[in-house]
């Protein structure tokens, strides 16, 4: 049986991604003729339209929807068959990799991860970028290389993942607070804990707004043992709860690790009921698996992690930076 032409596969990949017979033209130094005989080829071959217009636009079919990441992976694996084998050498490496994670790890890890990649490979630059939300978009387009977060549900399939770190909530507040005071005596109390004034961290794939207010793990821990958080203010992240409380009698409650660096002089202490821990981990899309500069990179943050993170516990009864 005579094989379809591959070539098509390059071509369509293009198409569902420009969404535009112009513009793929451009991509591939065709004519928009040469363009439009390739569509029409794709159309006969898969027995769909395709690309349909709406207004002065195309859009995709359901069928060109399906097929969209199918065929950008294929593209992608072929191109990966044909290229040479790399031999890595990362004092000649010159590349920009881009990072998004939450406020707090970058201030922890990040001058461990930036001494250790500008000794390896001075041509090498980081661009740390933060993360509002769950979102696994920017990871699956390219605008990202790396990730850390929580694994969930909602992000991709086709993410790779790997553990770097478990993490656990912690009460923080500041020095002179009247629960910082009480802690001279003893641990924090469950009693001291759910009375006081809290600021809560809402992030916007929680349902943002009030519909996000007590629906995180603490909260839920509190429920179970018929308590309730009394929720004074929300804030979008880590650095602006512990802000908050720096200059309030707020309770901030936020993970151990992933603040190490942003609680300096404040007063932290385990929680007095148990909340599950939560696993950070990287995250990539599979197209860079095989990267050898990405691998490089991936590993830099895993040793990255280990070395800031390493040991950091706060046993019952001490403060910690």
Same mark, same amino acid.
């Given at each position: ?7 098509? /596969? ?8 420009? $969404? ?22 794709? #159309? ?11 207004? #002065? ?30 031999? /890595?050498?990362?004092?000649? %490496? ?19 991860? &930036? ?40 992000? $991709? ?6 553990? %770097?770190? #478990? ?48 629906? $995180? ?21 880590? +650095?602006? +709860? ?7 009698d707020l309770v901030a409650t936020v993970p151990l690790r992933h603040t190490a660096a942003l609680r300096a002089g404040l007063c932290t202490r ?9 696993? &950070?981990?990287? /995250? ?13 990179? #991936?590993?830099?943050?895993?040793? +990255? ?17």
């Amino acid at each position: 049986m005579a094989l379809p032409d591959l070539n098509l /596969l390059v071509t369509l990949d293009v198409l569902l991604a420009e $969404g535009s017979v112009a513009r793929a033209a451009r991509r591939l130094n065709l004519s928009p003729s040469a363009m439009s005989r390739a569509l029409a080829r794709l #159309r006969e071959v898969t027995g769909d339209p395709l690309l349909v217009r709406a207004g #002065r636009d195309l859009v995709p079919t359901p069928r060109a929807l399906e097929l969209r990441a199918r065929v950008h992976q294929l593209v992608e694996d072929g191109a990966a068959v044909l290229r040479p084998v790399e031999t /890595l050498t990362p004092q000649r %490496l010159a590349r920009t990799f881009t990072l998004r994670s939450s406020e707090g790890f970058v201030e922890t890890v990040g001058p461990e991860l &930036i001494a250790a990649v500008t000794a390896a490979a001075p041509g090498v630059r980081l661009v740390f970028l933060p993360k509002p939300d769950k979102d696994s978009a920017p990871l699956r387009d390219g605008a990202v290389d790396l990730e850390t977060g929580v694994v969930t549900p909602a992000m $991709g399939p086709e993410l790779r993942a790997q553990a %770097l770190f #478990r993490d656990r909530f912690v009460a923080v507040v500041r020095p002179g607070h009247p629960l910082a005071a009480g802690m001279d005596k003893g641990p924090l109390t469950l009693d001291g804990y759910s009375a006081a004034a809290h600021v809560c961290v809402t992030r916007s794939s929680a349902g943002g707004g009030k519909g996000g207010l007590g629906r $995180g793990p603490v909260d839920s821990a509190l429920r179970a043992l018929g308590l309730e958080r009394r929720i004074i203010a929300s804030v979008g992240g880590f +650095a602006a +709860a512990l802000a908050v409380a720096r200059r309030s009698d707020l309770v901030a409650t936020v993970p151990l690790r992933h603040t190490a660096a942003l609680r300096a002089g404040l007063c932290t202490r385990p929680l007095p009921f148990a909340t599950p821990e939560v696993t &950070i981990s990287l /995250l990539w899309h599979p197209r860079q698996d095989a990267d050898p500069a990405h691998r490089w990179l #991936r590993a830099l943050v895993r040793d +990255a992690c280990a070395a800031a993170l390493g040991g950091l516990e706060i046993p019952d009864g001490d403060t910690a930076p």
